[in-house]
């Protein structure tokens, strides 16, 4: 089980790019990365999971290494609402639960 | 957009009373989960359930919890005899395949609050 490390707390202004790097030195090689979302009072939401390269989606875009020790989701243009914690999540095909850190609380200011 | 539903949004109950939280999960969705949260921590998993049987379950997960698919459309987990330490949100997810690396949707959330 690939353990993570992010940072506890990001801030940002309106229409800016955010970019929050993950670490991951121990994942394994049947590890996929996995994103989620979630804003107060309210489940985690499913944002983007890449195993390596680039990964692009209408929400965000996921960067992984060669070496696959980290990874940065990246949100473009950012707007108050994506204030919200975001996990970066570390596991294999076989696992059947998710295992969340604290996340990193992402503030956006007008 | 298919969600997951959760209820009550919202259940207070006295110490040693034993609580239902229901939820109906997207209903092609094979693979279902009960996470919790407590206020101001990170999301715990519970328990995952498919083909009417417990799959996997974490130590929080004890004696006093159970999980059920009474039917075709529900979800719920059963907390026996309610502690202080359970309060928190009770978050259900649903999967339609297995495993950590395929997309979970979550519901919105029962928040238990044991006095």
């Known amino acids: 089980l690939a353990k993570t490390t992010q940072p506890i707390s990001m801030d940002s202004y309106e229409g800016q790019e955010v970019n929050i790097t993950c670490s991951h030195n121990?994942?394994?090689?049947?590890?996929?990365i996995t994103w989620y979302q979630q804003f107060p009072s309210q489940g985690p939401r499913f944002i983007i999971q890449?195993?390596?390269t680039k990964v692009t989606n209408e929400v965000a875009s996921l960067f992984i290494p060669a070496d696959r020790k980290s990874s940065t989701l990246s949100l473009p243009r950012v707007s108050l609402s994506d204030t919200a914690v975001y996990y970066c999540?570390?596991?294999?095909?076989?696992?059947?639960?998710?295992?969340f850190g604290k996340g990193t609380k992402l503030s956006v200011k007008p | 957009e298919p969600e997951v539903t959760q209820t009550p949004s919202h259940q207070v109950t006295q110490m040693g009373q034993e609580v239902i939280l229901r939820c109906v999960p997207i209903?092609?969705?094979?693979?279902f989960y009960w996470y919790r949260q407590i206020l101001g921590q990170k999301v715990e998993f519970l328990v995952s359930?498919?083909?009417?049987?417990?799959?996997?379950k974490s130590e929080i997960f004890d004696d006093q919890f159970s999980v059920e698919r009474p039917d075709g459309s529900n979800f719920t987990l059963k907390i026996r005899s309610t502690k202080l330490e359970d309060s928190a949100m009770y978050f259900c997810?649903?999967?339609?395949?297995?495993?950590?690396?395929?997309?979970?949707?979550f519901g919105p959330g029962t928040r238990l609050t044991v006095t």
């Open positions: 999540l570390g596991g294999r095909r076989s696992q059947g639960n998710l295992i």
């Open positions: 890449g195993y390596k």
């Open positions: 997810a649903s999967s339609g395949l297995a495993g950590g690396t395929y997309e979970q949707y």
């Open positions: 121990n994942i394994a090689t049947n590890d996929y």
């Open positions: 209903s092609n969705h094979l693979y």
């Open positions: 359930f498919y083909n009417n049987e417990i799959s996997e």
